[in-house]
């Protein structure tokens, strides 16, 4: 079995600082120094804002990968090295998918699979140095050892010094048929997450013993998608809070999967707007088990294509996706996201939008057939490829992530602020027969008058090319189903590369309360005048308040709310620095509240659930009738058929009536009321934050 083709996947009032505050100031205020000239009269359909202050995160040197496969007898291809390197493809993961669980690296077998000549291991990293990547390794745990790991980590890192960094135990584990979906090999009696996470920590020790450097990672499920929530027969919890109890605290990363498994292109980009919330569930559960040593936890998506099964791949929707989803993950704190993969072969032929697809999840051609229809030449870059590599013109290792939003649910917008102080935005079009002209405005950046340099992907174009003088710093016209990257200088004396200090450490949290979060966070170099933490709000940013030192607290924020953060430095001249990474907080529920919330999803299958539901009054007086009021923190979730009270909802709002015999709640936790329903949910599902009965914010019991 060649494992060439994935299969199928079942989805279903204002905060202050005090803490050597200087300043409160309770107002939205576009980050800025001076003040600036009016915008140019809009003229477009569209209005793009980019805000330079509100930060997103780094870009890393792993951020654009790829992955490579021990069947295809081209990877290692010059060529191939060429292509990722002028791609910006920083990553190549390794041995191959599925083909992980089954592979040997010491004598380069795959016992049931096929393994092509020249495929082995120092070939393999052969083209990671030519190329300029990093490697990420994934060790057998399928059918090898913990001290079959440890070994090749001796190779790589001791015998060769190739510094391989990144090794995942494992590919889809959860995919061995403990669900009852199989797919995944696993030589193991115990297939459950209880022997996955007992493994990784074996895995763990063996192989940091041979090189404490490593950094390990461990595969968990998305949230939203199959078999998220799932409890086995037998088990105690679903695959992620099984996994990550157990090995929180010895592990480096996770690694997650996403295939949306949509029917076109349209389908594929409008599935994106699920990432943000998925990955954020994915670090509330690391932030859950993990405790302090959450921030050292990374998050890679180590495999992304529209689809896990046939489709559509090769045309330029498919690169539209690749370019859409792998920029948004990134922005929402994914280090390393990788395309499945470099070659793969020909599958269904179709017709989109007038160009042949040739049905192949690679981002290169293999040169293969279906019946008389066959591919271009070997290594012919596929539309993927095109959309991977306008975000390597969009960003270098380094660079920051900003905030960016288009008016037009047809237009899509990122932004990077560069290391030299430019800033570049990537316009993305999504329609396929409507051209969109962009007007674009700035925050806490200002542009210099010469013309941006323009890199187009665009129909008709021979791949990525310099559309210079096509488009204005303020103005630019997108042609139907098209890319342009954009780049803009400062105005001399704006912007943070004006400002002589550095940028602010990573913020965390030293305590969480109902309303009060303390900050701490690392000082900027240079001559600090003051520090200044800013809320983001979409592309506006609110100032919270000032510090003159590294610390602040602030107040007054609602209980169970969710902030985004960054703290800035201004110097002595009064520029501000670029925006420190951000993070991302939720306050908790009053410890002395008259009311106890339990709220417990009891078992989930991707896109639905059950969820259980307890409600206790702790007050001195007697409740006989009673609402429960929550909010859904994601438009995607839904409640269903319900028993023991009856549920109304209105968007995301929910409201709970007692049922028709659990209308009284006796004072000092007496007696509790048990509710549940089935819900829906398309996207993640996280659990509501805040309860209020009768109007009383209750504290949430986890």
């Known amino acids: 079995m060649l494992f060439?083709?994935?299969?199928?996947?079942?989805?279903?009032?204002?905060?202050?600082?005090?803490s050597a505050a200087l300043a409160v100031v309770a107002a939205a205020l576009p980050l800025s120094a001076p003040a600036l000239a009016a915008d140019p009269a809009a003229t477009g359909d569209t209005t793009v804002t980019v805000n330079a202050s509100a930060g997103l995160g780094t870009v890393s040197s792993t951020a654009l990968g790829a992955n490579t496969a021990i069947w295809d007898s081209y990877m290692n291809d010059p060529q191939v090295a060429?292509?990722?390197k002028d791609a910006g493809i920083g990553a190549l993961r390794y041995p191959g998918g599925s083909y992980s669980d089954i592979y040997h690296w010491v004598d380069n077998t795959a016992p049931g699979g096929y393994v092509a000549p020249g495929t082995d291991f120092d070939a393999f990293m052969g083209t990671v140095k030519a190329s300029g990547a990093q490697p990420i390794l994934i060790a057998n745990y399928g059918s090898g050892t913990a001290q079959e790991a440890a070994d090749w980590v001796r190779y790589a890192n001791v015998t060769k010094g190739y510094g391989a960094r990144y090794w995942e135990i494992g590919n889809e584990i959860y995919g061995n048929g403990v669900y009852g979906n199989g797919w995944e090999n696993?030589?193991?009696?115990d297939k459950t997450p209880e022997q996955y996470a007992r493994e990784v920590k074996a895995y763990a020790a063996a192989m940091k013993a041979v090189d404490p450097t490593v950094k390990i990672g461990a595969v968990l499920t998305m949230p939203g998608n199959w078999p998220d929530g799932i409890v086995a027969a037998g088990?105690?919890?679903?695959?992620?809070?099984?996994?990550?109890?157990?090995v929180a605290h010895d592990v480096d990363f996770v690694s997650v999967h996403w295939y949306p498994n949509t029917a076109d292109g349209a389908q594929s980009l409008a599935a994106v707007q699920q990432l943000p919330g998925e990955l954020r569930e994915v670090r509330n559960l690391v932030n859950q088990y993990a405790g302090a040593d959450s921030a050292n936890i990374g998050i890679a998506m180590t495999e992304v294509n529209s689809n896990a099964g046939s489709g559509a791949f090769?045309?330029?929707?498919n690169g539209l996706f690749a370019a859409e989803a792998m920029i948004t993950a990134l922005e929402n704190g994914v280090f390393s996201v990788d395309w499945w993969d470099t070659h793969n072969g020909a599958g269904a032929i179709t017709t989109v939008g007038g160009e042949t697809d040739y049905g192949d999840m690679g981002m290169l051609s293999n040169g293969s057939c279906t019946g008389s229809v066959c591919e271009p030449a070997v290594n012919t870059p596929f539309a993927p490829y095109y959309g991977i590599k306008t975000l390597g013109a969009l960003s270098d290792p380094g660079d920051s992530m900003v905030a960016s939003r288009a008016s037009s649910s047809e237009v899509s917008s990122h932004a990077v602020l560069r290391a030299n102080g430019d800033l570049s935005v990537l316009l993305l079009n999504k329609s396929s027969a409507t051209p969109h002209t962009v007007d674009l405005r700035y925050q806490g950046f200002t542009a210099a008058s010469p013309a941006p340099a323009v890199q187009r992907w665009a129909p008709g174009d021979n791949g990525l090319v310099d559309a210079t003088g096509t488009v204005t710093s303020s103005s630019a016209t997108l042609a139907p189903s098209s890319i342009t990257v954009l780049t803009v200088h400062p105005r001399s004396g704006t912007g943070p590369s004006a400002a002589t200090v550095g940028t602010p450490g990573t913020p965390q949290t030293t305590s969480v309360g109902a309303g009060t979060v303390a900050l701490s966070w690392p000082?900027?170099?240079?001559a600090v005048d003051k520090y200044e933490v800013y809320e983001q709000l979409g592309t506006t940013i609110q100032l919270l308040g000032t510090s003159t030192g590294t610390t602040a607290t602030l107040y007054n924020l609602p209980p169970g709310s969710r902030h985004t953060v960054n703290v800035l430095a201004r110097d002595q001249a009064g520029h501000l620095s670029r925006p420190s990474v951000p993070l991302t907080f939720t306050t908790g529920t009053p410890s002395d509240s008259?009311?106890?919330?339990?709220?417990?999803?009891?078992?989930?299958?991707g896109n639905g659930f059950v969820s259980d539901v307890v409600v206790s009054n702790l007050g001195p007086a007697d409740i006989n009738g009673w609402t429960l009021d929550f909010d859904w923190p994601s438009a995607g979730q839904s409640a269903g058929s319900w028993w023991n009270a009856v549920i109304t909802s209105q968007g995301q709002h929910v409201r709970v009536t007692n049922g028709e015999y659990n209308a009284r709640l006796a004072p000092n936790g007496g007696n509790s009321v048990n509710f549940g329903f089935v819900g829906g949910n398309n996207g993640a599902n996280p659990s509501p934050t805040v309860f209020r009965l009768n109007g009383t914010v209750c504290r949430t019991v986890i």
């Not at 060439?4 to 005090?18: F, Q």
Request: net charge positive; glycine share 8%.
């Open 314 to 317: 090769t045309s330029r929707p």
């Open 235 to 246: 088990g105690t919890g679903d695959w992620n809070h099984t996994v990550l109890a157990a």
């Open 594 to 605: 008259t009311c106890t919330v339990s709220y417990q999803v009891t078992t989930g299958w």
């Open 186 to 189: 696993d030589a193991h009696a």
């Open 523 to 526: 000082a900027a170099t240079g």
């Open 4 to 18: 060439r083709r994935r299969p199928d996947r079942l989805r279903r009032p204002l905060a202050v600082t005090a």
């Open 82 to 84: 060429s292509l990722y």
